[in-house]
């Protein structure tokens, strides 16, 4: 069964500093990895997708399939960052269609 | 682009008692998903739709919940009766969906507390 695993509940940093939101998952199949992101009194957003090798807001990702990770990395880290950050797994049923599985979630304080 | 819209934003109801979700995804959104979120958790699928067919209910309560989408646009979920540990935010998100993949956009949610 797919699986993702955030191990960190909180991330607490102080502005400029590095971040690095970790991410692993189990999956049998070729996974498609996301991270999604929810501000505060907003609605869940997409904030980057593996496939699409991008840097959103400074952030970025890399899958790792030897480790089965997908760790959500920023340089600097600024005070708006602060959210909540989902890891999801995109898997593929027998239809053909895909669907998501989140992983619990890591809120991210960002202190000035 | 008004987004997925969802109503009631928030709903107190008793136990026992029922409660409907409403949700209107983004006009020309084949895919539909209900998902729901407990406090502390990811969002977890409850239902896709693809057009009018459920194409993955395995996640639904099917003793308690229900759920539809007529002509393949609006959708309802319903809990009938409720129990207090069906206290959630409930989640509407809507796709285009083909099978190179697809973007999944939300709601701002449906905060049920049951007492």
Redesign the interface.
Known sequence: AQRVTQPEKLLSVFKGAPVELKCNYSYSGSPELFWYVQYSRQRLQLLLRHISRESIKGFTADLNKGETSFHLKKPFAQEEDSAMYYCALSRYLNSGYSTLTFGKGTMLLVSP | EA??VQSPRYKIIEKKQPVAFWCNPISGHN?L?WYRQNL??????LI?Y?NEEA??DSQLPKDRFSAERLKGVDSTLKIQPAELGDSAVY?CASSF?D?S?????????SWLTVV
């Open positions: 987004g997925v895919t998903y502390g958790q990811g969002p977890e699928l896709r693809e194409v993955d989640l969906s099978f993949g697809n973007t999944i956009y939300f709601g701002e949610g």
